[in-house]
């Protein structure tokens, strides 16, 4: 499976970002899908992630209330809004893909990678 990552941006704090997340290839809609994020000079952390199957939801306590992830399964497509942006929000982006998994929150547990989106908040 294919994922390409899309809507990163450069904003202020307090402002709103929606990340996509567009799945093709055999199968795509059969996949748990996941966000991670990296920040300079930090490891690729956990923000979210869904389940393949009843859509379960999980979360990063650090973006709890503030992110959610959804999927449309017409379009193959993740998204994760993201409201309420802080600076240290700022981290390239990434989401993967788990075949029939049920939303790990670890990066090892995921086999496709896209290539990130850029978020920048600024203070």
């Known amino acids: 499976v294919q994922l390409q990552a899309s809507g990163g941006g450069l904003v202020q704090a307090g402002d709103s970002l929606r990340l996509s997340c567009a799945a093709s290839?055999?199968?795509?809609?059969?996949?748990?899908m996941g966000w991670f994020r990296q920040a300079p000079g930090k490891e690729r952390e956990f923000v979210a992630a869904i389940s393949w199957n009843v859509g379960n939801t999980y979360y990063a306590d650090s973006v709890k209330g503030r992110f959610t992830i959804s999927r449309d399964s017409t379009k193959n497509t993740v998204y994760l809004q993201m409201n309420s942006l802080k600076p240290e929000d700022t981290a390239v982006y990434y989401c993967?893909?788990?075949?029939?998994?049920?939303?790990?929150?670890?990066?090892?547990?995921?086999?496709?990678w896209g290539q990130g989106t850029q978020v920048t908040v600024s203070s």
């Open positions: 993967a893909a788990d075949y029939r998994g049920l939303g790990k929150t670890y990066s090892f547990g995921y086999e496709y």
């Open positions: 290839g055999r199968a795509s809609s059969s996949y748990a």
